[in-house]
């Protein structure tokens, strides 16, 4: 799925998710229903402030329109953004922590 398709995917997977019809997430982004047609058809290309208002509207962040859920083999998507960045800090750390593990284990067996 290429990026554009991603966005499109999951401004409809949000918005169905939440029951809103595209003419009331419209209005909660203060923008024309029509629009709302257009982003999810493919046609419209929102601006970042219109990406902001529509996570705002979903009451999600905004990384969560954009977010590949099956690139992501199986975890769970991350709800928040301090959420997000503490599972990267967890797997930089594990890394790290094996890579360190294995340099003090080649330095012991010397």
């Known amino acids: 799925m290429d990026f554009d398709q991603l966005f499109i995917f999951n401004v409809k997977k949000w918005r169905k998710n939440r029951g809103l019809s595209q003419k009331l997430l419209a209005e909660r982004c203060n923008t024309a229903h029509s629009y709302i047609r257009q982003i ?33 083999q199986g975890e769970k998507a ?24 294995t340099v003090i284990d080649q330095l012991l067996t010397r």
Not at 47 to 71: C, H, M, P, R, V
Not at 78 to 101: G, H, M, N, V, W
């Open 40 to 72: 999810e058809s493919g046609s419209g290309k929102p601006s970042f402030a219109l990406i902001g208002k529509l996570a705002n509207a979903l009451g999600i962040e905004a990384y969560q329109l954009f977010y590949d859920e099956t690139a992501a």
């Open 78 to 101: 991350p709800q928040t953004e301090a959420e997000y960045i503490e599972s990267i800090k967890a797997d930089f750390l594990a890394k790290t922590a094996r890579e360190l593990d």
